[in-house]
């Protein structure tokens, strides 16, 4: 009996040992008019000495409108974030460019970002919501 139970502890530990923290699902809008649609399923990192948390994996972005010449219909790269409520900084590669910025999680905030140039395009990201599907 006593080595029953000793397994199912053993396999009960296995399994929650094998478990990885739950991913959360980053959408948003990038372009002056949201022609871009963005997605990131993140994984929470380790909590740095502030006790911040921070998120990274991939990121895709789909241009959701007619593309111009030479413009690609879809871009990927990786992106991390550090929260601190509802504000982020992130770091994000997206292809072959990289960049830093900084906003609010909100469908209505906008951050602007310069990747790979000059110019300052407006960005907003927001988590999505369990059980919902749009953007």
Known sequence: MTRLIRGC????????????????ELVGKFGY???????????EERAGRSG???????????????????????KS???????RGERYSAEMTLAGASCRFSGTLSPERHSFVACGGD???????????AGSRAP
């Open 9 to 24: 502890l053993a396999v009960l530990c296995l399994i929650g040992f094998g478990v990885e923290a739950s991913a959360r």
């Open 33 to 43: 008019l949201g022609e871009w649609d963005v997605s990131a399923t993140l994984s």
């Open 119 to 129: 110019q300052q395009i407006p960005l907003r990201l927001w988590f999505r919501e």
């Open 52 to 74: 911040t948390a921070a998120l990274s994996g991939p990121l895709l972005m789909k241009h959701n409108a007619v593309c111009g010449p030479g413009e690609t219909p879809e």
């Open 77 to 83: 790269g990786q992106i991390r974030l550090t929260l």
